[in-house]
């Protein structure tokens, strides 16, 4: 698909808390709705550790004692999906408004369109990926399942069969939003110290689970990938893949303004993160 020239900011971010990583993809999202800033691609990690579950996920599904009892936060997503444990990856954010060409259309369309990018991402980094051609069937057998990279999406990126990206949208009136995770190294089954089973043969077979299901950029290539080089090969694929010029940049004061509000009033409290049982 051939896309006209458009101009996007990109901001890169140092790693942090889980609940000022998406207080401010929530703000950039409010003011990239409003026409106040550019479409935006914003890369960053997280520190410490954090738990994050999906937008409607229950609260009931991690084991709070073990989650603490690791040094790892939690943070509830503006986004879908389940569990994920943010550890050793590269993030990435897209806020736009509803306007913008490469998120018109469904939700499953312009996923469509930025996994062209994710894809050419992975494969300047060394990996052919596949991307499914059509929505994926999940099965009732999943349907408690509270981790992320265990249940199959919607045009799903894996390699040989085994996720690697984990995508994730939320749309508003006026504005959409995309993050997701690429795991670049580290133990995938972790996650499952933090969440609740019914006893631990069960936690045990999930973790192996998992790994049949999902995999990161050290498992495929046989050695790590650091942050810097997969967030380069993410701005050099967004560029090319959806004809973009991607400008350096950084928030707007009234942007960090509204970050900080969103991470004291609402996503560091557990009045947001435990709101569903």
């Known amino acids: 698909m051939t896309y006209s020239r458009r101009t996007w900011r990109l901001i890169y971010d140092p790693p942090a808390h889980g609940s000022w990583n998406m207080a401010v993809d929530e ?9 106040q800033v550019l479409p935006t691609l914003r890369l960053y ?5 954090c738990l994050s579950l999906g937008y409607a996920q229950a609260i009931s599904d991690v084991d709070i004692p073990r989650l603490r009892a690791r040094g790892w936060e939690i943070v509830r997503r ?10 050793d990856e590269l993030t990435y954010a897209i806020a736009a408004p509803i306007s913008e060409p490469h998120l018109a259309g469904s939700v499953l369309e312009s996923y ?24 994926l069937m ?14 199959p999406s919607n045009y799903e990126i894996t390699f040989q069969g085994k996720k690697i990206i984990g995508s994730a949208q939320a749309r508003r009136r006026d504005g959409v939003l995309q993050h997701g995770s690429l795991p670049l190294f580290g133990d995938l089954a972790r996650i499952t110290q933090a969440l609740t089973y019914p006893d631990e043969p069960s936690r045990k077979e999930s973790g192996e ?30 560029q090319h ?11 707007t004061d009234s942007e960090h303004a509204r970050s900080v509000e969103l991470g004291k009033n609402k996503y560091s409290l557990p009045s947001w993160s435990e709101r569903v049982g």
């Open 241 to 251: 893949s959806l004809n973009l010029d991607l400008e350096l940049g950084e928030l």
């Open 138 to 151: 999940e099965s009732h057998s999943d349907d408690h399942n509270p981790v992320c990279f265990e249940r």
């Open 78 to 87: 503006p986004t879908g999906g389940r569990a994920i444990l943010h550890c």
């Open 209 to 238: 689970r998992l790994l049949a299901r999902a995999t990161t950029l050290e498992m495929i290539l046989g050695h790590p990938i650091t942050w810097d080089s997969a967030a380069q090969a993410f701005v050099a694929a967004f």
């Open 27 to 35: 703000s950039i999202l409010e003011a990239a709705g409003r026409g």
């Open 112 to 135: 469509r369109r930025i996994s062209e990018a994710l894809l050419q991402a992975l494969k300047l980094l060394g990996i052919p990926a596949q991307r499914s051609e059509g929505p």
């Open 45 to 49: 990690a997280w520190q410490p550790a």
